[in-house]
């Protein structure tokens, strides 16, 4: 499965639910609307692929059951702008 190389995912909740396993939304990033549609796949085939594949080795490294959720949005020059870097977890401060 081919992704675009400028493609991160921030990780907007993380939550323990009730059921005792983890509630997670991710957030993937792209540069442009193209990369957005090579993410999302034909009729949404490539994101669904994503997600099971990213709950199973979540569910593996938990040892918990997992409820994912991926949206896909273009936030163009994240990653030339430092100040998202940093946001992101990719540079340090010094």
Do not use: C
Request: hydrophobic share 40%; charged share 35%; glycine share 10%.
């Amino acid at each position: 499965a081919e992704l675009p190389y400028s493609v991160t995912v921030e990780i907007e909740r993380f939550v323990t639910n009730e059921r005792g396993g983890y509630d997670i939304n991710g957030l993937i990033l792209v540069e442009r609307e193209g990369q957005k549609k090579m993410v999302i796949g034909n009729k949404g085939a490539k994101i669904k692929t994503i997600g099971i594949e990213a709950r199973k080795d979540m569910q593996e490294m938990f040892e918990a059951p997992v409820h994912l959720e991926l949206w896909v949005k273009v936030k163009s020059g994240w990653a030339d702008d430092e100040r998202a870097l940093r946001s992101l977890g990719y540079v340090d401060d010094l």
